[in-house]
């Protein structure tokens, strides 16, 4: 079966794009360049970034680096926040211990998420 191009078709090494490529180079292309860096601060795009939100477990985090709490508690706070917040905090409990167990048993039989979760024990 021999599949051919649409006679549109933009065939290597042939005029087309490549020309309008052209044209922006040297100091057309500084000049481009400075327009746009123009267009943007008029346009407010160079102002800094919102501050980001905090995470959702920063402080629990934070208990941890106190030494307020323990590992294994900030893994169950950070496990009980999941739930709350994918399942609601109104589910059933045997729908909440199901998917408890099961991110409870992804932790520990994944190698990478056991390793941060033994690193976080050793701290």
């Known amino acids: 079966m ?5 006679p549109h078709a933009h065939q ?3 005029p ?3 020309e309008a490529v052209a044209g922006t180079k040297g100091k057309g292309f500084a000049a481009k360049l ?3 860096e123009r ?4 346009s407010g795009a160079e102002r800094p970034a919102a501050p980001r939100k905090a995470s959702a477990v920063a402080d629990i985090g934070a208990d941890l680096k106190a030494g307020k709490i323990t590992a294994e508690a900030a893994l169950d706070k950070v496990v009980e926040r ?3 917040r994918q399942l609601g905090k109104k589910a059933e409990a045997a729908l909440r211990e199901k998917v408890g167990a099961a991110l409870r048993e ?4 994944d190698p990478l998420l056991a390793a941060k ?3 976080l024990s050793q701290e």
């Open 34 to 36: 400075d327009q746009a």
């Open 16 to 18: 087309g794009k490549a």
């Open 117 to 119: 979760v033994r690193a």
């Open 12 to 14: 290597p090494g042939s």
């Open 2 to 6: 021999k599949i051919s191009r649409p």
């Open 82 to 84: 999941v739930l709350d």
């Open 106 to 109: 992804s932790l520990a039989d």
């Open 39 to 42: 267009a943007a601060a008029v």
